[in-house]
């Protein structure tokens, strides 16, 4: 259309009024979709918090004690982090500039790359603006038209967006179900030998070691063993493990000693890092693909200098003493907590990790239970979905290194009134 097209003459315009009646309607069409969301219990507010990240928050001028926070070993306010974030902007300043390929590859961010290749025992690393951005970004460049990704099917819903994204066939396995698995891996073997694909073409496997929402833990060692059998790639999520698990707690992988078998380490800096941001482990030919492939990479700005600082600074923490100390204290916490929660009446899975579910299954359930335990000044908000499966609500308890006695009575206290109600 050019720009002398009668369609472009104000004799032609839309009226002001036909303007209005579309936007009042554009309203609403979301006001009636945001209505059958409180109508199903699905509908979410945004919680303004007035204080740094600890078992102790500000929110709306009171002070409620945290047990949803991810961040297990507490070094979001974490001195040393802190200062190393001031000290990044003081040198670097407070943004980066650009895409790392244009001009933001700045010092900060290769320096906590060589850190995170280093505690992760791999050639190389790479680090995105998020875990969103390093789980969609991987995949989707991992991946094509031709091959095949086969997800767990409790996966990060950036791990299953990825999947989509790549143009691969997506295969999901039932949770943690080996059989499954295999089941869907001879249907990709049987695909090239019949000449249905490329010989060319690719299976990777993706999961995560310890599941966000469940809590419980992939059986990686044979899920490598059927890697291995197969020929396919093994792309390992460790959010909610790293900093956790494993002799120098490097995660699950570290733990099941499977640091040479695995291709893609994936994880968080946002979690027991203390920081934000995501990071991909691996070799060094892995890395230098992504950084030219990895489309969430290529077009994003980098990170902010303070947050590769700030993150450079909790992987010194994690790896010293002070982090096995805190790791402990985490876990004498998370045993507390279970062993209360289970004298108390309340059905916990058996597996040890930091997150501790409460399965309720109906979404206003759980909706009224976190409102009542936040009058009682504790924050479990509810976790409905899509986050899980419809009917598959709960509350989502997560220990810290941080709590102390008296945030874990705050919580047995709210406990024992719900259970009095």
Not at 107 to 120: G, I
Not at 194 to 216: C, H, Q, W, Y
Not at 264 to 277: I, P, R
Request: with cysteine.
């Amino acid at each position: 259309m050019k720009r002398g097209d009668s369609r472009f003459s104000p004799g032609s315009s839309v009226s002001s009024l036909q303007i209005l009646i579309r936007m009042e309607s554009f309203e609403q069409e979301f006001g009636d979709r945001l209505d059958a969301l409180k109508a199903e219990g699905l509908y979410r507010e945004l919680r303004k918090v007035e204080s740094p990240q600890s078992p102790l928050i500000q929110v709306g001028g009171r002070a409620i004690v945290n047990f949803s926070s991810n961040d297990y070993l507490g070094l979001a306010d974490h001195p040393n982090v802190k200062q190393a974030a001031m000290d990044a902007v003081a040198t670097y300043g407070a943004g980066s500039g650009s895409a790392r390929l244009i001009c933001g590859n700045l010092a900060p961010h290769v320096e906590l790359e060589e850190a995170l290749a280093e505690f992760k025992s791999t050639e190389a690393a790479l680090t995105f603006s998020s875990g969103y951005a390093a789980a969609v970004g991987t995949i989707s460049a991992l991946a094509g038209s031709g091959d095949v990704v086969v997800i767990d099917k409790l996966s990060h819903a950036s791990l299953v967006d990825g999947a989509r994204l790549s143009g691969a066939k997506l295969r999901v396995f039932a949770h943690n179900d080996l059989d499954s698995l295999e089941k869907i891996l001879q249907w990709a073997d049987r695909r090239k030998t019949e000449g249905k694909t490329s010989a060319r073409s690719r299976t990777l496997i993706v999961t995560e070691s310890v599941f966000s929402m469940d809590g419980d833990i992939a059986p990686l060692l044979n899920i490598a063993e059927l890697k291995e059998k197969y020929g396919a790639w093994l792309m390992v999520d460790e959010a909610h493990a790293t900093g956790l698990f494993g002799e120098h707690r490097r995660g699950l992988i570290e733990e099941f000693n499977l640091s040479g078998r695995v291709e893609v380490q994936m994880g968080t800096l946002g979690k027991a890092l203390g920081s934000s941001g995501g990071y991909i482990c691996g070799s060094r030919a892995l890395v230098d693909y992504l950084i030219n492939k990895a489309r969430s990479y290529v077009f994003s700005t980098a990170p902010v200098p303070a947050v590769s600082g700030a993150a450079t600074a909790a992987i010194g923490i994690v790896k010293s003493e002070q982090g096995y100390a805190l790791c402990q204290r985490l876990w004498n916490c998370v045993d507390l907590i279970k062993n209360t929660l289970i004298r108390m009446g309340r059905e916990l899975p058996p597996v040890r990790s930091a997150i501790i579910p409460l399965i309720l299954g109906d979404e206003r359930r759980a909706q009224e239970l976190s409102a009542r335990l936040l009058e009682a000044g504790v924050l479990i908000p509810a976790i409905r979905y899509p986050t899980v499966a419809r009917g598959a609500a709960r509350l989502r308890v997560t220990a810290s290194a941080a709590h102390n006695a008296d945030h874990l009575e705050s919580l047995f206290t709210a406990f024992r009134e719900l259970n009095s109600a």
